[in-house]
């Protein structure tokens, strides 16, 4: 790999961002309502008669810049956010943007990113194992029963664990990511607590996802297989196990990874659904509740983060390629 | 390989559950430092355990951690428990008794012109640092409100007052700017869900900014008010409030201390979620989360222990649905076409949707049928008599159809090749919930059976405020929030004073003086039902917006742990918990013997 082709690939990075930023600052713009009129209104429909209100109105979109036209409130976005200012929240003024990601981001991250990494190395062994022609008939036809999750959206999946393990069951709660009273026993049954609260949103993901990343694995060695190198492994007599891991999986996970990033990339926007389901605390649900409120900086900032995982995750990977595959050369002969 | 990802797992647990999804302040956990003033509990030391500890399901994050109720990022309803249990109001408005009762005041006086007020205070009220309360707070919080350039929920205050002073530390005098008898209700009281007047502690203010100050620093012992509890930590899914066992009004012997030793505000989920947290009596209530009868019942059929407000029925909000008419827009300016519509409307069937299998309950008047309210449309039972805004009469309103020159044609009513069509624009069931999928399929279906062309345009809150800000609907679907105990307010908007919430932009001067000379009068002033007639009679020959149905909101109140919550049998007060009138239930709340 040249340095030319990195920074070609960097700069590129940079235009996909700038794009996608762009692009949402105008559609959140555009969007029926504001921010201020939604505060001013939701208070007189608890009956305030506010004799001042459009003056209110007027006074706080002054105060946040709203009251500017729409490309100086653009420019003025672009030149904080090459400082690293994502700015205030609107709904929750004074607390800046960065505060509520930086609470979010956590949950988010230690909750999906788990839960897809797990499901994508269950997966991968799986979609290996069942492919592999010493598996037994038994152990694959109990495999491809996991696939059947991969027909179901996530979301459904945990629904389903939700109504048998919290509502029926009752034996893991129902939402939120910790016991609203608390724990006792110290530091251990915090974080036994906090893995309660992580095991049905993280199984819903772990469910679907193994099975998709199964299908995957099993393509790929299916056509591994008949290929020379695991014909000379076998000739010079190499132990099954290390032929299945070190020739057969290794060869055939490349594309498995670019999913793997791919899927990581998508990580922080895929929460959404879980999260609200879940009451889990993480980058959907403030999503969704300043998608609610117009609170056009909290989009634009959690948006940001999704774009800079998506693009960042395929940016490391095509940098990476090179080190996990030896054939893959950029920019040489 | 399996190996190294169970390691990943647990590694990402344990550092998730050690920072508590952060770090502090600028995180998600934020906690108290101990002694954090000076009237600190006397057994803060002891972890409250569940049978004294109250768990309200109604915590909404993410939470701008904004303690100052004047900051426009404040709303009332994200509950922390600060406007219900930290802050407390001068006087709290009981929909029950049609009271106002006083708390941190003792009384007022209204000048004979009602220009000017004069509030006596109580003088043994301590701020939970233990720093007196007195005239110099109320002044403080008033002369700022005067100065912000917008105080947001006092920016009617601000309209109001022309200036205050304090008289002596217990007693201060308002000057308004016009006659306003109802100025201590509706600006200093709690009234509908909260109240416009929050005293602030002045010696914690001195040297902010009052606009921009967040009040909120948990190690500093903010956000502080003079209420029972104090907030102490705020997690990504709950917020905790511990009892001050201090609390002035306890030592003075004015209440008694309430009983929960803390209170746990948490996030109870989607509907599902809530009523398994009722059915386990995790909750001690679910917030609005369960919307539904049905759901209310789902739980009780599993606990026993559950009650709603009345039977089944939940508690009327102070805000009933209504359809608001957009009477500048054509064909809909001419009231008789909307008496047509009014009629086309089988409200009875519309209601049924919201409570379910409960009692229909639909909304004779725009008035929320509190006691008070109740009985004067009682009173006035002739008027609905005259016009019957609950009568489903489809001859009714074919025959007005007809006199306007409209002809049906291919089932829909034609006038000049034009039809009937009406740009319905309603809220979304992901506003406010499922039910208002059904309510749009139901008023489509309703409507059209009419003759009418709807043009149904579902929106979010947002979308549903810019419209009705714009004006740009034939019908909308809104909460018509405004009395509790009398009259005036309600009436109040649809009159074209500036700032009324009046989007169908209706105007009747001879309503308007009307309701002026009503406001001129003091609440309970036997000149008030005669205007309230003659009012109603101008509003109901004119329909400027058809009611539709009172709003029971499921308050199910859990009786495992805690008993004497407020119900139709025992209605002390209002007991939505979600009401800065919440601090009257609480400190009448007793602990039940099944939960010790």
Redo the contacts between chains.
Sequence with gaps: MTLDYALRRIAFFFVVVWITVTAMFFLVHLA???P????V????????????????IE??RR?FGLDKPLLEQYVDYVKELAQGNLGY???????RVT??I???L??T??LL??AM??SW??GS?LGGLMAWRSTPAFARGLMSSVMLFAAIPYYLVALLL??VF??EL?ILP?????D???T?GG?FA??L???EH?LLPGLSIVLAFTGFFMLGMRSMMVSVLGSDHLLLAEAKGLPERRIFLRYAMRTAILPQVTTLAIYMGYVVSGSILVE????Y?GLG??LV?AV???DYPVIQGVVLMMVVTTAGALLILDLLYPLIDPRIRYGRD | ??G??VL??VL???????????GDD???TTRAASGGGTATSSDSGR?AG?AE?L?LGQY???????GNPY???S???VSDGLHELVYEALFYVNYQTGRTEPWLATGYEYSDDNRTVTLRLRDDVRWADGTPFSSRDVVYTMEQILKA??P??A??I???VRSIRALSPTEVQIDLRAPNPRFVDSELSS????A?FIPLPEHVFRGEDFE?F?FYDLARGLPMGTGPYRLTEV????A?LQRDDDWWAARAGFSELPAPRRV?Y?????E??A???LE?SQLDYAGQSVPSVAGFIAARERNPKLVNWDGDLGWLD??PFALTINTTRRPWDDAELRWALNASLDKEQFSRLFNTPGEPTAARTTFPEYPQLSALIDENEDLLATYPTLDHDLERAAQIFESKGYRRENGVWTKDGEPLSLALNLFSP?ALGPVWGDAAQLLNQQLREAGIAVDLQP?????V?????DGRFDAQS??E??SVTDPW?TL??YTH?????NAGRWRNAEYDRLVAQMGELTPGDPRIGELYAQAMEIWLRELPVIPLNQRPTPIVMNQTYWENWPTADNGYTQPAPFGMNFHQVITRLQPAGDGQ
Excluded at chain 1, 36 to 39: A, E, M, P, V
Excluded at chain 1, 89 to 95: G, I, K
Excluded at chain 2, 12 to 22: E, K, L, N
């Design positions: 029926p309502g504001d201020i009129t939604d505060q209104t939701r208070m007189q429909a608890s009956g305030q008669a506010l004799s001042a209100g459009p003056e209110l006074e706080y105060q929240s609107v709904t929750n003024f004074p607390t505060t509520l930086g609470d979010a956590p949950w991250l230690g990113a788990t990494v797990l190395v269950v062994l939700l109504y919290a509502y009752q129902t939402g939120g990511a910790r609203p009273l608390g006792s530091p915090a974080v607590d906090t893995f992580a609200v389901l879940f009451s605390p649900k403030v509740s609610d409120a117009r | 390989m399996i190294a990802a990943l797992i990402v647990v344990v550092i998730v559950s050690v920072a508590g999804g952060g600028d995180t998600s972890e569940r500890t768990v909404r994050a993410p939470t701008g951690k904004i900051v426009q990022a709303d009332a309803l350039r917008a947001f929920r920016a009617n601000q309209g109001a009234y509908v869900y909260t416009n921009t967040a997690t990504a899914s709950a905790t746990v948490t996030s109870p989920g989607p599902d979620s009523v398994a947290g386990s102070p805000c992901a929106g979010d809150f947002n979308t405020a810019a419209t009705r800000a809104w909460f929030c405004g307010a109040n908007r004073a500036p700032g009324n919430d």
